[in-house]
């Protein structure tokens, strides 16, 4: 048996050569200085006030950084933000139009939608 014969087999070769992924933990750059972000302050008042957002102003946000080097995401406060936003998880209010109209058309597009599911977890049952 030719030693080209036995290095083309799979499993030898994946018993001699493991791979793995590994991410980095830290930036290439050594000694790279991290801004520091201040602690986010409370006002007296706010107990008292309600807050659009669900963290305070200065809170750094966890998870939202893509790049290594970038600087921390730290949440602004509610005013700084575009009053659209507030809305986004408001339900949408279509008018009702009658008979034909754009609410009675996205209705029935949803009713369908869910019986072809159902329909389509039934076949599979």
């Known amino acids: 048996m030719s ?9 030898l070769l994946n018993a001699c050569w493991r791979t793995s992924r590994s991410y980095a933990s830290t930036s290439g750059k050594p000694d790279a200085k991290k801004p520091t972000i201040p602690p986010p302050t ?3 008042n706010s107990k008292t006030e309600t807050s659009k957002s ?6 750094e946000l966890v998870g939202l950084r893509w790049l290594k080097d970038q600087a921390p995401v ?9 009053d659209w936003l ?7 209010q279509l008018p009702d139009d009658g008979p034909g109209g754009k609410k009675e058309k996205v209705m029935l597009r ?3 939608r869910q019986r072809i599911r159902e329909r389509n977890f039934m076949s599979t049952q």
């Open 3 to 11: 030693l080209l014969r036995v290095l083309h087999r799979p499993s």
């Open 42 to 44: 409370l006002a007296p």
């Open 54 to 59: 669900a963290c305070a102003e200065g809170t």
């Open 74 to 82: 730290v949440a602004k406060a509610d005013d700084e933000y575009p």
């Open 86 to 92: 507030w809305t986004l998880l408001q339900p949408k």
């Open 110 to 112: 949803k009713q369908n």
